[in-house]
Structure formats: structure tokens, C-alpha cells
């Protein structure tokens, strides 16, 4: 089989080594003396003054404290992506950190040990949830009986990846979810969900980045014209969906040696997940004499024909790459899927350039509903989910290597003095700011030091101070300096909040 | 002992009457056939047809999804109540869900069984977090040796709370903390925590309030000029703190049958929590002949004083009532504690009036964090916790009585068209729209009828409507509706996006 694909192959080797681990799990202590720590925690009194030498305190492995700097950029990028959610229409839904275990167990056949249980503590069996699609999100419509929902969620969710075999994944992260639920015109939904990847990963500037697209049915369809048995159908498509992880040598040796497969069969395989491209690849995909006797095959090339003529209305078609090699771990797909991909992070002069690999992906599952209804009514769903922890970690990271000091507060006036005695008339100054929805601190100290202030300000990025002391009291004024040009003005105490009001609408 | 109080002690019991017990639990089916759910559940290819007439789907007890509707109502409270927050100069901090079993028991004596503890899977002992303030908070300064912090944190607790002891109560709930950590000059922050609560309960509009205040060294002194023994202080303090649930009559029999306190010494007790009022009775205690020979009970007083006075620079003090009967059932206080309730819930006409009560608290602990630092290093806090659950009940009922619809999408435009086969052009124009940062929806169906379109827009609030059709397309047009009006205007195409922006920002 020739190769069709619009890139040559070592664009995608590269790309492919480059797929990625997220960030290491915080180096976290294993060391402890839990009975003192316990010991210390009995007495209700506390007893600050007793030295506890060997009282190691520490967070549970793999979990670790977001700073208000990591916070920070997390907000900016959530506000980002929600509002992208928002712009499509999408309601917001939460749901419950836990689910019954009876919920959740068996979804997740190869999973099912990274769930974290919780204790019998009388009464019913819960886990915590696993992700945001499945079990909360199918679950949810199947309960409230909904036909028809378009919905995101954001929240954390807890896997027990042990950390020696997946290093540096952390085990309680945030979920990022989009979905569209109900019965509709084929490949509609379906091209919105690639718009929205489209749209957040540009908005978010992360650098270029290809989506790669196929159909569940399309590998069905593969499978079967290249001979693999019907029952091996999931099994070889976990081992393909590893392509990312690991060469296709070793993901044929896995089909082989582990799963079974014949080596002709695979062989047959490795020929079509060479290819990738456009709209093309499509067409002569079904002139493909083996894949084109496909039932299955044959819907799921209609279907991304459909879909690459939306995406090019939408403006996004060179966006998107048709990948046969694309399979994606998750079972309950049953038509198209995507992930995407980052296909260059902008690293720095002399830094190493991140290793990011898949951001965002997605796909059809048209039957997981019917799972959970009683009655098996099917309501078609297709969605897509924001490696939104990848995410945060790559703009870290290139904040980290800018240099740029991020501000953790959002404080615009800092209430100063260089007199002693003035706390009293400081905390009316500061109280009129707030009560005029200025952001303003000032030192809890009864009499600071001027220069102490004014560093704080700088340090802490506050643009504005405003100086009140005896000079300004007798004339009923207040100075008004500006932090970065240490220019100063005196202002009449009773315009004060509007010329704030002013500069700050200015800025 | 004479009455000091400011309010007629018949206000303090209609007060006390109407404290409240937050939302009912969702009712749950307790039935179900669980195994049949599992067997569901083990076949990895989905059997939507099958039947199941017996499969009930449910969530854990106690707890409940949360409604678009209610994510609407949610977010809008919580983004006052954060930027207030940050109005103050906070920092945002996120923590794990779970923490160290051992760095959590023992800390809540009284509630130990409260927690929702981790099924052992190998390896560390997990629970789920109980409150904001103290492990985590606490943790985290003493972790990472922090001796200042400023900062915030939103996010779910969990309390195994028996559904049928404390009725109605949510195991999941949300929490909203705003903490000061610091070695400051006395009762500055102590006062801007008292402006924050002011601020936030203001803002929301949820009526009237008012903010008692007292001291735990008032309270401790207290105990010990009436005769309580040391020993007994927490324990008869636990029992005053129900004196919001419970009658005078029924916590001093608590005191004298349950905790063993002598009857003379429960009703000297009685004498003293009568007192409530201003800084008229904070002089009067200073005078009180027994309440003065003790030295704790003076420092709290003196303390108190000095925040009355800086209550009035921050125009607040007619919010902020003294009450000697506040104890706050937590063990962690060791200075000013503070408790924030509602007047009166505005009720609709021929409503029953919402009951509430306690709907922010807090106070200062300086010595939990040494709890936790090896060497005991202290670090002062003063903080406040927001009731949101029990204001997300009161704005969510306000809003079911008042009959208004909530929106729970934000889309700004929809496009629609009245002739078949104009798909193609839909999909172009909303994506100009999207790609112009205009929230736009339009049906997923080739040909919709322009009704269904336009009885979209009526149901779920969309102001504007794009329609384009042949004759349009012909000149050049798109027609603008007015969802409200029904007046529609033909737009130039290329002038589209400028008109829908002028009409948004003037709306």
C-alpha cells in the first residue's frame, strides 16, 4: 500500500518521540514518624512549644498544593476555555467527586485498579470518579432522562496511577469536558466539537497544532479486511492506541507476541496506519479494494467526508489531518474520533523544547448512554475533553522561562503613610476604596515605615498608593503616586475615588 | 446580673427559632438491584436493547448533581464573593480533596466520624478533606514554612454526616474561605474580616444581618469566674455553642445532667449570655466584679474594644452586636470569634420566610499552625468561612418564588434560516460569528423549520436572531431579528459582525 499521507513519516516519528509524559509528581518525602504526628494531634490543647524533631509533614502521593501562582495562570486559561464552552452554548454542570463503585467498576475494564475506592464505613460502596464523560456525564443524562444537552464541565478527577510505572502523572488532576447530547444531523455536532479545539488551542497561543482525525468504524472496518478476529477487535485496538507511547515495532510485537495476532495480519495493519491526509486519502480509501468491501468502513469514510467539507466551512480544514493510525484508548467510541497535538512548542533560546504531545481530544459514543438507562434508550453523544493539566504545565513552564513575574493579587491601590499615628485614618481612606469596589491593602501595622510600603507595592506590582500624613490632612488633600514612574500628585480628598476610578480605567 | 443587651431578648429567640438546618438532601431511592447494574456493566460491547427493568440508577446519598440552573446561580455568587476576596488583596490556593488520615483524625475530636476515609489499596492512609481552614490551610503554611499569607480558597468538603441525625444536610458541599496569616499589630485584620462578611452579605442582597461577636478568652473567663472547671472548658463551651439549635433551658441541662457541671454554676453561666449589645457593654463587662478580676476575659475585652473602634472607621459597626451566649463549636480559637446571621429572609407574599440563620463565621486561632510545624513555630490567623450552600438555597428559593427564568446559556445570537439546503451557509456565518468571539448556536439539522428556530430563541433567551435565505443571499443582506421586538432589519453581510457588537455592547 502506498503511503498517502500529506507529511512525510519522520515529521510524525518526531512527533511521536516527542509524545509526552505531564509533568513529574511533586518529590515528595516517603520518610515519616506518623505515631508522634498522631501523638501531637490527640492532645486537644495545642502544645506550639514541644519540639517535634522527626514530625515530617506531607500531602498524599501524587497530589500536590497549587500555589496562588500556579492559580493564577490555571484561572487565566479556565476563564479561556469556558468561555470558548460558553460561546458554543454550553450549560455548566457539576456533579458529585464520588459515584456508587457499582457505577463506575467494569466501565473501565483496563482501569479498574486506578480507581480510588473509598472505605466501608457502613452503607454503600463509592469510588471517586474516574473522569467527567462517562460516569457523571451518561450517567446524568440517563437519570434525569434527557435527550438532548449541551454541556461542559470542569473539575478534578482521581486515577491511581502507580507512580513507578506511569512516572510523573499526577493522580488527582483537573478535567476539562465539552459535550453535545442528542439525535442530529450527521457530522453537525461532530464538526463543532473540532471547531472548539481549534478555537482554545489557538486563543491559548500554544504554537502550532495538527488534529488528527479518524472513525471508530474505520478501524473496525480495517481490523476486519485485514483479519483480525472480531473478538480481538478491542484488544488490538488498545495495543495501536499505544502508537503514541511506543514504535510501531514494538506495538506490532504486542498484537503478536502478546495478543495473539497473526504476524501477516499485523503486518496488513502496519500497511494502513501509514496513512494519513485530507480529503483525498478519503476518496482513494474508498477505492481501496479491501476497505471499500467494509460495510462498516464505508459509513465512516461517508461520515469524514461529511465532516472534512464542515470543516473546511468552518475554515479549520488544514487544521485537521485524517491519521489511520489514530485509534484512541477509550472503548465506548463508536464513530469518529480526534486528538490533537502540539506540533512545536514555542520553547526558548537554549531551553529544550517541551514535550507535550496530545492537548485535547475527543470522539462519537453513540451507545454509552443506553448503558445506563434502563429501558436502553440510546441517546448519540460526541464530545471532547482539554489535556487542560498539559496545558497549564506548558504555559508554566514558558512563563518560568520568561522570567516574567507573575502577580498573584489583583490589588490596584495601596493605602500609604509616612506618619506615625495615621492607622485610624488610613482605615477610613481603605474602607471608602473598598466600599467604591477598588481593590486596595494596606500593612497591618499601627505605624510602618514608609519605605517599607512603598516596597511592598513594588514587589507586590500594586500600581497605585495613595499617601495620607498630616500636610495632606490640614489640606484637605491626598497624594496619589504611581509606583513605576514614582510621579506624585495631590488630589482633594473628596475626588479621590473617581480619579482613581479614572487612572484605573485608563490603564 | 441586670440585661445589657441592645435588643429585646424576644428578637434574640425569634433569631435562635429560625436557625435553620440547610437544604434537604435530594430524595434518593435507597432500592436498587446492584447486581444486575455490574452485570450491565461487565459486557464491554454496550447492549442498548436489551431491557432492565429492574436497574436503578442513582447517586451516592447524599449528595446531588447540580443543574445548569444551578451552576447559573452558583457561579454568579461565587464570583461576588471571590472578588471581594480579592478586593482584599487574597491570593488564590488550591489542595488536594484528600489528605494524610493521620494529619486529619484526632484534629476533629468531636467529629472524627464525620470523615469520609480512603479504602486501603496499598499504600498511605487517605481522607477525604473536612473543612478549608485547617488541614489544608494550616498544612500548607506550616508545609512550606510560610509565615504571611493573605489568601482565599473555594472548594468542596466532605462529611459522612448521618442523614437521619442532622436532617436534610448535603455530605458534598462547597466551602469559601478567606484567611490571614501573619504576626500583626492587634485586631486590624481581626476588623477586615469583619468588613469582608459585611461586604459579601451587602453585596448579595440577601437582606438584613447581623454579626455577633465575642471573644474565646471571654468565653474562658467567663467559665472560670463562674466555677467551671478547667477541665470541663471545651465541653461545656460545645454545649453553648447549640444555643443556636437549642433552648437556654435544654444546653444547661446538657451542662449540669450530661457534662456533670454544677447547677450553680450552669446558671451563672445563664447570666452572663443574656448580655449582648455594643461597645456600651464591652465598658460595663471592664466593671463587671467578677468578669474583671480575670485576666483573660480583660485581654479579650480590650481587644474587642480596639476592633469597635476601628468597626466605626470601616462603617460597620451598627452591623456588629456583642453577644457573650457566641462560643463557636470549634476547638482551634483562641481570640475574637464572630458569627454572621439574617435578620429576616425577604419572603415573597404568602411565603413562608426562609430559614437560615448562620450564614458566615470565623474567628482567630494562633496557635493551630505550631500544631503542625516540627518546631512548633507559630504563625497568627484570623479568618472567615461563607455559608455559600445556605446562600445558594436562599437565592436559588428567591428565585423559584419570584417566577423568573433563569438563563443557563449566555448565547448571544442564533443563526437561522427559513429555506432548506442553507446549511452550508449557516455553518459559514456562524463561524465569522464565533470567530469574532459572538456567542452563536444555531440546529444541528439540515433543514430546520425558521418556527422551531425561532421558538429556540423565545425558550432559551437568545436576543438576537441572523437569518439568511435565498433573497438575502442574493443581495448581499443577512436580516438581524430582534428576538423581544420581532422587528428585523436587513444588515449588509459584511457589516454583520460591527452591527451585532454595536447591539451587544449597547444592551
Chains 1, 2 share one sequence.
Not at 464523560?133 to 473539575?155: C, D, H, I, S
Not at 512548542?345 to 529544550?352: L, S
Request: hydrophobic share 40%; glycine share 6%.
Amino acid at each position: 500500500m502506498p503511503q498517502l499521507g500529506l507529511l512525510p513519516r519522520r515529521t510524525w516519528a518526531t512527533l511521536l518521540s516527542q509524545l509526552l509524559r505531564p509533568p513529574r509528581a511533586a518529590c515528595i518525602s516517603a520518610v515519616g514518624c506518623h505515631s508522634q504526628v498522631a501523638e501531637a494531634l490527640l492532645t486537644s490543647q495545642p502544645k506550639p512549644h514541644q519540639e517535634k524533631p522527626n514530625f515530617i509533614i506531607k500531602i498524599p502521593k501524587g497530589t500536590r498544593d497549587l500555589s496562588p501562582q500556579q492559580m493564577v495562570v490555571r484561572e487565566k486559561i479556565l476563564d479561556m476555555v469556558v468561555s470558548c464552552f460558553k460561546r458554543h452554548g454550553a450549560k455548566g454542570l457539576d456533579t458529585p467527586a464520588f459515584e456508587l463503585t457499582e457505577m463506575l467498576t467494569e466501565k473501565y475494564e483496563e482501569h479498574s485498579g486506578l480507581m480510588y475506592d473509598l472505605k466501608d464505613q457502613g452503607g454503600e460502596l463509592l469510588s471517586l470518579r474516574y473522569d467527567l464523560t462517562e460516569v457523571p456525564f451518561a450517567r446524568y443524562l440517563a437519570m434525569n432522562k434527557l435527550k438532548k444537552m449541551k454541556r461542559y464541565q470542569v473539575g478534578k478527577v482521581w486515577r491511581r496511577e502507580s507512580p513507578t510505572i506511569v512516572q510523573g502523572r499526577y493522580r488527582e488532576f483537573c478535567q476539562c469536558d465539552f459535550d453535545i447530547a442528542g439525535h442530529f444531523d450527521p457530522m453537525i455536532p461532530d464538526a463543532e466539537c473540532l471547531k472548539i479545539m481549534c478555537e482554545v488551542l489557538s486563543g491559548l497561543q500554544l504554537g502550532d497544532f495538527l488534529i488528527k482525525v479518524n472513525d471508530r468504524r474505520i478501524v473496525d472496518g480495517m481490523f476486519a479486511v485485514c483479519g483480525v478476529p472480531e473478538s480481538k477487535f478491542r484488544a488490538i485496538c488498545a495495543s495501536m492506541d499505544k502508537l503514541d507511547k511506543m514504535s510501531w515495532r514494538d506495538v506490532r510485537h504486542e498484537m503478536v507476541a502478546k495478543k495473539g495476532l497473526a504476524p501477516e495480519v499485523a503486518d496488513r495493519i502496519g500497511e494502513y496506519i501509514q496513512c494519513h491526509g485530507g480529503v483525498s486519502l478519503i476518496e482513494q480509501l474508498f477505492q481501496d479494494p479491501r476497505l471499500s468491501q467494509n460495510k462498516q468502513a464505508l459509513e465512516g469514510l461517508g461520515d469524514l467526508k461529511l465532516l472534512f467539507e464542515y470543516l473546511t466551512l468552518f475554515g479549520i480544514a488544514e487544521k485537521i489531518c485524517f491519521d489511520l493510525s489514530l485509534a484512541r484508548g477509550v472503548d465506548y467510541y463508536t464513530g469518529v474520533i480526534y486528538e490533537a497535538v502540539l506540533l512545536q512548542t514555542p520553547a526558548q533560546a537554549g531551553e529544550e523544547p517541551l514535550n507535550v504531545g496530545s492537548v485535547a481530544a475527543g470522539g462519537r459514543y453513540d451507545e454509552l448512554v443506553a448503558t445506563f438507562d434502563p429501558k436502553g434508550h440510546k441517546v448519540p453523544c460526541v464530545g471532547l475533553s482539554i489535556g487542560i493539566e498539559r496545558i497549564f504545565y506548558i504555559v508554566e513552564q514558558r512563563m518560568k522561562n520568561s522570567f516574567k513575574k507573575v502577580r498573584t493579587t489583583e490589588t490596584q491601590v495601596f493605602v500609604a503613610t509616612p506618619q506615625k499615628n495615621f492607622l485610624r485614618e488610613r482605615l477610613k481612606l481603605i474602607a471608602e476604596l473598598w466600599d467604591a469596589g477598588i481593590k486596595a491593602e494596606m500593612l497591618y501595622k499601627n505605624n510602618p515605615k514608609l519605605l517599607t510600603q512603598l516596597h511592598y507595592c513594588e514587589n507586590t506590582g500594586i500600581p497605585l498608593v495613595v499617601i495620607i500624613g498630616e500636610q495632606e490632612q490640614k489640606e484637605g488633600v491626598i497624594k496619589l503616586r504611581s509606583v513605576a514612574s514614582r510621579e506624585e500628585v495631590a488630589i482633594k480628598r473628596e475626588n479621590l475615588v473617581a480619579e482613581i476610578q479614572k487612572r484605573l480605567s485608563e490603564s
